[in-house]
């Protein structure tokens, strides 16, 4: 089988055209092209020497930072296996990934030494911490002592190269398994979508342990050879500074953070000169919000669909020519898509049904989960779960979701996650959490629940507490609403529609 190196060699064309350029600003350090792929090759040697090899697991727990920037590529340059961990989550989430993954090495920041303590004590794995405070395992600067990694491992288009976990609808995350060639088409298809130039300064405010931050914005950015800007969610007031002081050219937000980045430019005078692109995704933009965006900066902000199993916008609208407010724009390029009934035929035109696609930057399956991957794959076709339709001139509506995910920020929140822990408190009887519409989050989890006797007293602070210990913060029901009982369908199914409307009435 021929040898695939594109994902590799990457940054290969910006090293040759400009390898002291601007590549990387994290923090207070800045890394041209050449010193990053010299920390690439020097991170790749080290984890060699730890015994990481191709196929192992190496399981990060960082916010952006050069390190995660370096850990990940060195994976990709010796056939290892990247797995980004969220940074919300807690001991117990953190553990399930690295014993579903079975991974060899954690790499943490220090100053979440006190949250992985109880899983370095319970599994058995290798710790490099990033820091000044050393916690549990090695120091990082040990990962640049065993010198530079010579040939890259030769590797397989197929071969996995990045786990992302996601929330399923069934409440246990899913491990989305992305392939050498999915990877790299992800971020190839990026580039072309946002048409990054080596002349652009792109702002990355999203977190690079998801899809939307890895693979449609930083990578895509350092692939065209542009500068890159890494923060952790900035602050508006932050990214209006960046902005201005590096001439920031590009930045990609969820509608949510969009929101507030508007809110804040209205409520001063802001001149942002060199920004010529802004994106909002992972919910809808509303109509609104794009008037307000255009009557600010005189031009409208993309708008664009994707999810974490295929590793990047299936549907955006596009950078140059008309864009449609309130769509998902047109199919990315690359991809194939058709809007399906419930038999699996072509819907007409203005007909509502399931997003369904073909790219090559979807996912292999989710791992070790041949059950699931069946049923995301059906006819070679990959079912989103999405639901919209297509106008006739081939632009893509949203009109909901086939599951029943929670989006808050842009986060995927799965209700049967936190029912489960809701459930396992000694007060609760039986427990249903929905989704209601939220000007800032785009909607927040609402916990409907019956007490063991009906009782409420001092039960709801005990329960958010109790909650807490359990789920990433995100998570967290927002509001309880207290029930003598959970109404139930027909069937004898607890009523979610009903309990919906309930909490939308009383939290809209």
Same mark, same amino acid.
């Given at each position: 089988m021929a040898n695939y190196r594109a994902l590799q060699q990457m940054l290969h064309a910006a090293l040759e055209g400009a390898s002291g350029k601007t590549a990387l600003r994290g923090g207070d350090r800045t890394l041209s092209y050449g010193e990053l792929d010299q920390g690439i090759q020097m991170v790749a040697a080290g984890l060699c020497q730890l015994g990481i090899g191709k196929g192992d697991r190496v399981a990060w727990y960082l916010p952006n930072c050069l390190e995660a920037v370096f850990v990940t590529l060195a994976c990709y340059r010796i056939g290892a296996i990247a797995v980004p961990l969220n940074y919300r989550y807690v001991p117990q989430e953190i553990e399930d990934v690295i014993a579903r993954t079975q991974a060899s090495l954690l790499v943490y920041a220090a100053?979440? *030494?006190e949250v992985v303590a109880s899983v370095l004590e319970v599994r058995e794995i290798s710790s490099i911490v990033v820091g000044n405070e050393i916690g549990k395992g090695r120091a990082f600067s040990s990962l640049l002592q065993a010198g530079s990694f010579g040939e890259a491992t030769p590797v397989a288009a197929g071969d996995p190269a990045l786990i992302l976990f996601t929330s399923g609808s069934t409440g246990h995350p899913k491990g989305v398994v992305h392939s050498h060639e999915g990877v790299f088409s992800a971020i190839d298809q990026s580039r072309k979508l946002f048409d990054f130039q080596a002349t652009d300064v792109v702002l990355v405010g999203k977190s690079i342990s998801h899809a939307g931050g890895l693979q449609t914005q930083m990578l895509p950015a350092?692939? *065209?050879g542009s500068e890159v800007i890494l923060e952790t969610k900035p602050t508006p007031a932050r990214a209006v500074e960046l902005i201005a002081k590096y001439g920031v050219t590009e930045y990609g937000m969820l509608a949510s953070d969009l929101l507030d980045f508007i809110e804040y430019l209205e409520q001063g005078q802001h001149s942002l000169p060199t920004l010529a692109n802004a994106i909002g995704s992972g919910d809808s933009v509303p109509a609104d919000l794009h008037h307000r965006f255009r009557d600010l900066l005189g031009w409208e902000v993309m708008e664009g669909a994707g999810m974490?199993?295929?590793?990047c916008y299936y549907s955006a609208n596009p950078r140059y020519g008309t864009r449609k407010w309130g769509s998902l724009g047109v199919p990315t390029p690359g991809t194939e898509l058709r809007v399906v009934c419930e038999d699996g035929s072509d819907c007409e035109v203005g007909q509502h049904g399931e997003i369904v696609l073909k790219m090559k930057s979807a996912t292999m399956g989710y791992w070790n989960d041949p059950g699931a991957t069946g049923e995301l794959f059906r006819d070679g076709w990959l079912h989103t779960g999405?639901?919209? =339709?297509? %106008? *006739? %001139?081939? =632009?893509?509506w949203f009109v909901g979701r086939k599951k029943?995910?929670?989006?808050r920020r842009g986060s995927n929140i799965a209700p049967a996650e936190v029912e489960n822990v809701l459930d396992e408190h000694p007060a609760v009887h039986a427990s249903i959490v929905v989704g209601v519409t939220d000007v800032h989050d785009g909607q927040i989890p609402v916990a409907c629940v019956a007490l063991i006797g009906g009782a409420e007293g001092d039960s709801e602070q005990a329960i958010r507490d109790f909650v807490q210990q359990h789920l990433a913060a995100y998570k967290n029901p927002v509001h309880y609403l207290f029930l003598p009982e959970l109404p139930r369908t027909g069937t004898g199914?607890?009523?979610?529609h009903t309990l919906q409307k309930m909490a939308e009435r009383q939290f809209t």
């Open positions: 100053d979440k *030494a350092l692939m *065209a974490t199993e295929v590793g999405d639901l919209g =339709y297509e %106008d *006739a %001139d081939g =632009y893509v029943l995910m929670i989006i199914k607890f009523d979610r």
